[in-house]
Structures are given as structure tokens and as C-alpha cells.
């Protein structure tokens, strides 16, 4: 194995970790009710870093991967822009259209408020773009390793977050710890399958890089903009810090692409 599988194992595994300790805040109570607090905070930052990942460095790579491996289209970027719009209503159709949405967090409560059935639609709601998180860790660092490095902290930066909502959705429907975990560990496996699978049988299924990355970049935006942002405005309210964590996450991308380009090298 290279040592780009060893990095690509490493994000997935982190990633999926995330996800279960997401849903571990909720036990116990203090601690859960600590994190909510921040919950928004963390929501903000992470999307402001997906927003300036996405549009700073994948598309931009998309564009010149796709013009590289097509050189007969010339400037023709109709089909790659077409693959991410369908990466972006392939999420709302899967978290919106066949699974119910809840805000984040807003579903615990100890006495059952939502049916089995509807949290676990739910929650494969989510498996589409859990899924694509990690397709666009493995298509962003084959592409280059500071890349992939940023869409990993794009990701890492939700997943938290993501392990909450679905540990809120299992408990508002009466289950317990055992079931949290169960749940958060099938959505932590997806991101770590989506990076396998491309890794893997990617090439061979003919789901090149130059397909692969407008896809998941699709998927990624629909969560940083249709997904995150409107859950800030959700819980933020009228409180400015909120609002403006997302420019801290926008801030933070770009100091970290700063260090990762001075380090690495370009």
C-alpha cells in the first residue's frame, strides 16, 4: 500500500470517529448541555471552512483537472458543472424529498417525540452526503496532499456535529446509548467507505477523479449552504458573534492554507 491509502485510512478513520464522538456528547447531560452552547459556534466555523475550501480550492481544481484530462472540450465545462449541480440535488432529494430534516440537536428529549421510522429515515437521509464526504477526501488528495488535507478539515469540522444530530434523532425516538452508538457508527463507516471505495474501485469502475471531484463538491456545498448556514441562522438569531463565526471559518481555511502551502511547499 502507498502512503497515500496510509493518509487516506487516516482521514477516514478520524472522520468516522467524529461522528460517534458526536453522539457521545449527549451522555451525560451536562456535558451535552455545555456542548449545545457551542454547537452553533462549531456549525458556523465549519460551514465558513467548507464555503472557502469548496470555492477556493475545489472547483478551481476541478476546472483545471477536467480542461487537463479533456483537452478536447476545450473551455466546454458544461458537463463537469452539471456533475456538481447533480451532487447538490442529489442531497436535497435524499435529506429532503424521501428522509425528513431536523435542526440540529433539537429532537432530545426523554420521553419519545418522533416515530423509530422517522429518525431512521432520517438518518439515511444523511448516509448520501456522509457517504460523498468521503469520496471527496480521496478525489481531493489524489489531486494533491494540501488539498486533501483542507477538504479533511472541512469535513472533520461537521462530523461532530453530524454525530450529535443523529444521536438527537435516535434518543427523541426512545432509544438508548446502545442504539446512539450503533447509529453514529453506520454514518462514521460511510465516510470511511466513501474513501475506500473510491480508493479502490474508482479507476476500475471508470469514476475518474476529473467525475468524482465536481460530484462530491456538489454534495459538499449543499451541506456548507443549504444544510449549516441556515441552521446558524436557525439557532444564532439576533446574536452577532454567531454570524460572524462563519468569516472566523473562512479565516481559519485561509491560515491554514497558508501554513499547509508554506510547509509543504506549493
Same mark, same amino acid.
Not at 451525560?28 to 464555503?51: E, R, T, V
Not at 478551481?60 to 487537463?68: A, D, E
Not at 429532503?96 to 417525540?113: D, Q
Not at 434518543?171 to 446509548?177: D, E, Q, R, S
Given at each position: 500500500?502507498?502512503?497515500?491509502?496510509?493518509?487516506?485510512?487516516?482521514?477516514?478513520?478520524?472522520?468516522?470517529?467524529?461522528?460517534?464522538?458526536?453522539?457521545?456528547?449527549?451522555?451525560?447531560?451536562?456535558?451535552?448541555?455545555?456542548?449545545?452552547?457551542?454547537?452553533?459556534?462549531?456549525?458556523?466555523?465549519?460551514?465558513?471552512?467548507?464555503?472557502?475550501?469548496?470555492?477556493?480550492?475545489?472547483?478551481?481544481?476541478?476546472?483545471?483537472?477536467?480542461?487537463?484530462?479533456?483537452?478536447?472540450?476545450?473551455?466546454?465545462?458544461?458537463?463537469?458543472?452539471?456533475?456538481?449541480?447533480?451532487?447538490?440535488?442529489?442531497?436535497?432529494?435524499?435529506?429532503?424529498?424521501?428522509?425528513?430534516?431536523?435542526?440540529?440537536?433539537?429532537?432530545?428529549?426523554?420521553?419519545?417525540?418522533?416515530?423509530?421510522?422517522?429518525?431512521?429515515?432520517?438518518?439515511?437521509?444523511?448516509?448520501?452526503?456522509?457517504?460523498?464526504?468521503?469520496?471527496?477526501?480521496?478525489?481531493?488528495?489524489?489531486?494533491?496532499?494540501?488539498?486533501?488535507?483542507?477538504?479533511?478539515?472541512?469535513?472533520?469540522?461537521?462530523?461532530?456535529?453530524?454525530?450529535?444530530?443523529?444521536?438527537?434523532?435516535?434518543?427523541?425516538?426512545?432509544?438508548?446509548?446502545?442504539?446512539?452508538?450503533?447509529?453514529?457508527?453506520?454514518?462514521?463507516?460511510?465516510?470511511?467507505?466513501? #474513501?475506500? +471505495?473510491?480508493? =479502490? !474501485? @474508482?479507476?476500475? %469502475?471508470? *469514476?475518474?477523479?476529473?467525475?468524482?471531484?465536481?460530484?462530491?463538491? /456538489?454534495?459538499?456545498?449543499?451541506?456548507?449552504?443549504?444544510?449549516?448556514?441556515?441552521?446558524?441562522?436557525?439557532?444564532?438569531?439576533?446574536?452577532?458573534? #454567531?454570524? +460572524?463565526?462563519? =468569516? !472566523? @471559518?473562512?479565516? %481559519?481555511? *485561509?491560515?491554514?492554507?497558508?501554513?499547509?502551502?508554506?510547509?509543504? /511547499?506549493?
Amino acid at each position: 500500500m502507498d502512503s497515500i491509502f496510509f493518509q487516506l485510512l487516516i482521514f477516514g478513520v478520524f472522520a468516522a470517529l467524529a461522528n460517534i464522538l458526536g453522539g457521545l456528547i449527549l451522555f451525560p447531560s451536562k456535558l451535552h448541555k455545555n456542548y449545545k452552547k457551542s454547537l452553533k459556534y462549531l456549525l458556523a466555523i465549519g460551514a465558513g471552512f467548507m464555503l472557502a475550501v469548496t470555492f477556493v480550492e475545489i472547483i478551481p481544481k476541478t476546472i483545471l483537472l477536467w480542461q487537463k484530462t479533456h483537452p478536447e472540450t476545450n473551455d466546454d465545462l458544461y458537463l463537469p458543472m452539471l456533475l456538481l449541480l447533480a451532487g447538490y440535488l442529489l442531497t436535497q432529494f435524499f435529506e429532503h424529498t424521501i428522509a425528513p430534516h431536523f435542526h440540529l440537536g433539537e429532537e432530545v428529549n426523554p420521553e419519545r417525540i418522533i416515530s423509530t421510522s422517522s429518525a431512521y429515515s432520517g438518518v439515511g437521509g444523511m448516509l448520501i452526503h456522509t457517504f460523498f464526504d468521503g469520496v471527496s477526501i480521496a478525489a481531493a488528495s489524489q489531486i494533491d496532499f494540501k488539498i486533501g488535507l483542507l477538504v479533511f478539515i472541512a469535513v472533520f469540522l461537521h462530523k461532530f456535529p453530524e454525530g450529535f444530530t443523529v444521536g438527537s434523532m435516535i434518543l427523541a425516538a426512545g432509544k438508548g446509548f446502545r442504539e446512539v452508538i450503533i447509529a453514529t457508527s453506520v454514518i462514521g463507516v460511510t465516510t470511511l467507505l466513501g #474513501v475506500l +471505495l473510491f480508493y =479502490f !474501485a @474508482g479507476s476500475s %469502475l471508470g *469514476f475518474s477523479v476529473a467525475y468524482a471531484l465536481p460530484l462530491a463538491s /456538489g454534495v459538499t456545498l449543499y451541506v456548507a449552504a443549504s444544510d449549516l448556514i441556515p441552521e446558524v441562522n436557525h439557532h444564532g438569531g439576533n446574536r452577532p458573534m #454567531v454570524s +460572524l463565526s462563519i =468569516f !472566523a @471559518g473562512v479565516a %481559519l481555511f *485561509f491560515g491554514i492554507h497558508f501554513v499547509v502551502h508554506q510547509l509543504i /511547499g506549493n
